[in-house]
């Protein structure tokens, strides 16, 4: 028969593993927000979910009480969660050319080339 001890951190673990990917992929988008926006509250906001993922990889290692390379493991799995979308961005800038990043001030300009969310959205109509 298994320890409950043992169940009990392998079902923390499995939970906390769901939630780091939600809060990596709520930095991701909230990332790629504040880009199109140009909004420093959506920078805040994926900050916050980056940090609330730290917490919930701290609390992972501690959980299955990882250690020697399992910790390297981890600490390369918040590089590339922090890293991803900055590159993901900057490809999607050189893809769609510097217009895909237009504050709501471009707006104003009739002329001025339409952001990549209004590119999307004309395209899916």
């Known amino acids: ?6 169940i009990h951190r392998v079902a923390g673990a499995a939970l906390l593993g769901g939630v780091m990917v939600l809060f990596g ?5 909230f990332h790629a927000l504040a880009g199109l926006t140009g ?5 805040g906001i994926s900050l916050l979910c980056y940090a609330l993922l ?3 990889a701290v609390a992972f290692s501690a959980l299955l ?3 020697g390379w399992w910790l390297a493991l981890m600490g390369l799995l918040l590089i590339g969660y922090f890293i991803a979308p900055r590159f993901i961005w900057r490809l999607s800038l050189a893809l769609h050319g510097e217009s895909a990043q237009s504050p709501a001030s471009d ?5 001025a080339e339409p952001s990549l969310v209004e590119t999307e959205v004309s395209r899916h109509e």
Not at 107 to 111: I, K, V
């Open 65 to 67: 009480k990882l250690a």
């Open 107 to 111: 707006r104003a300009d009739p002329s």
């Open 25 to 29: 992929a709520g930095y991701a988008i």
């Open 1 to 6: 028969m298994v320890d409950p001890e043992v």
């Open 54 to 56: 730290c917490g919930c």
């Open 39 to 43: 909004s420093r509250r959506m920078v």
